[in-house]
């Protein structure tokens, strides 16, 4: 992949001299073939994705950020699980641009015409599609609160209460769109720009404004009912369960066992929650663990077989050929992407 491309603030400040009205920033752009080197891309965040969808990975990352503001556009080729949590004391604002198939944030249909939003004390649970491209927003909370109330004379908890997913209305969900992408467009011809604190503090009025705007909006189409409680309490005992004992041949019947529930309802759960069915998630979150352990191996006696084994593959022909299956390439090509010129593992 291309390498990446960041502009610091440093740079200018060193030119200039420091000031008071010198600030410092970052515009970066990159792009990824490995779904832990995307996920630890975006700066300050907490996050793991998971691949839950066959084929080689491809992502790409364009950021902006200054003082309490971060800006980017993220894309991913396949299906992705997002767990984790923003900067401590963040507010972020997630706005999806293109996708092949509806996303799930906390249960929840997502599609373009809705955005989704999370405080750094809640839970990021976002199953993305093929093909998934969005817009994000993070603003440092207590600002954004004091600009609601200060500015806007309006209790921004109250609209935020029990919700994570909004359904503005087009006008001021376009508005929203066009300002962000003209932010990131304009940084990246002209990202000197942001060297000077007061075009930060403009730029971070006008996203203060916009997150209250659009989250405030109840013009929209009606808000999209999330999945039923009693499946969503369902998929997540069930998941509960699965990272318990993740690395054990774990089936469908040891979970309806353990869940008091039938086949079909953990069936219709999953589909419902996830549009997942739950064989194939237990499978893709073992295929991930077993891909993040072979590049963390140190060891020379770890091989492929052992550490597959600790995640419960026990025929190591099928495991092999459900690993190239879903991330492009044989187990043995990940242990020595890892191990380098100490290669040679066996598959």
């Not at 597959?308 to 099928?318: E, I, K, S, T, Y």
Request: hydrophobic letters at 40%.
């Amino acid at each position: 992949m291309a390498p990446a491309v960041a502009y610091v603030a440093d740079e200018v400040s060193a030119r200039h001299g420091r000031g008071a009205d010198i600030a410092s920033f970052s515009v970066t752009r990159k792009t990824s073939s490995d779904i832990e080197e995307q996920a630890a891309s975006l700066r300050e965040w907490n996050q793991v994705y998971e691949q839950m969808t066959p084929g080689r990975f491809v992502g790409a990352l364009h950021e902006t950020r200054f003082g309490g503001v971060q800006v980017f556009r993220e894309s991913t080729n396949q299906a992705v699980h997002e767990a984790g949590a923003p900067w401590i004391g963040s507010r972020a604002i997630g706005l999806p641009l293109r996708m092949e198939g509806p996303a799930r944030f906390r249960g929840e249909a997502v599609d373009t015409d809705a955005l989704v939003t999370l405080g750094s004390a809640d839970e990021l649970d976002f199953y993305t599609p093929r093909d998934f491209e969005i817009l994000g927003l993070v603003v440092d909370e207590n600002a954004l609160d004091a600009h609601a109330r200060q500015v806007e004379h309006c209790d921004l908890a109250v609209a935020l209460a029990g919700q994570r997913v909004f359904r503005p209305g087009t006008a001021r969900l376009s508005e929203f769109r066009r300002l962000l992408m003209s932010v990131l467009q304009s940084l990246e011809v002209n990202p000197t720009a942001l060297q000077y604190r007061q075009t930060q503090r403009v730029l971070e009025e006008s996203m203060l404004k916009a997150v209250v705007a659009v989250v405030t909006d109840d013009t929209g189409a009606p808000k999209a009912t999330s999945a039923c409680a009693g499946r969503r309490h369902v998929v997540d005992a069930a998941k509960a369960l699965m990272q318990s004992c993740i690395a054990e041949p774990i089936t469908v019947a040891d979970l309806c066992r353990q869940l008091g529930v039938s086949r079909r309802t953990l069936q219709y759960s999953f589909q419902d929650v996830l549009d997942i069915n739950p064989v194939a998630f237990l499978r893709a979150m073992r295929l991930n663990g077993v891909r993040r352990d072979l590049k963390a191996a140190t060891c020379p006696g770890d091989t492929v077989a052992d550490i597959a084994a600790r995640w419960g593959f026990w025929h190591l022909g099928h495991f092999v050929t459900d690993f190239k299956r879903m991330f492009g390439e044989l187990p043995s090509e990940t242990l020595r992407g890892k191990r380098g010129a100490r290669g040679g593992a066996r598959h």
